[in-house]
């Protein structure tokens, strides 16, 4: 993917729509997420007024949203299920950035066709494996899901 600058100018005009709205959450979020663009920007070098590329700020939108997973999974874990909930709308405005996710299904059939395409046997081979599956899945499937796929398909 190209260094294509869609993402940035639109999570910028959405925070405006969200101003105008008076949605204080959605303000939030993506109040936090243009932070989380600046950060980035600066730990690559850049001054704070240029703009990170699509791929870039899919990659940080990404990072937030398993912020919020993990997160909700604390504040369930810890009884807290008020503060999951929040965490969850939060969650649910992030995603809407990001492209759909695939299933496990989905993630266990490309990962067999991984595995017979480059021929390999058994998990000795496993990076054989794994560079190429999570190449192609980065942004598309859960890191979590995809190496549950490839552990069963190398069991």
Known sequence: MGYILIMHPQIKSSMKEAMISKDAVRLSVLRGLLSAFTNELVSKGKTPQDQLGDEDVMTVISREAK?????????????????AESEKVELAILEAYLPTQMTMDEIIAFVAKKKA????????????????????????????LVKEAIDAALA
């Open 67 to 83: 912020k919020r997973k993990d997160s909700i999974q604390q504040f369930e874990a810890a009884g807290r299920p008020e503060l």
């Open 117 to 144: 395409e480059l021929g390999i046997a058994d998990i000795s081979q496993a990076v054989e494996l794994i560079r190429p599956v999570m190449a192609e899945l980065k942004g598309k499937a859960d890191g979590k």
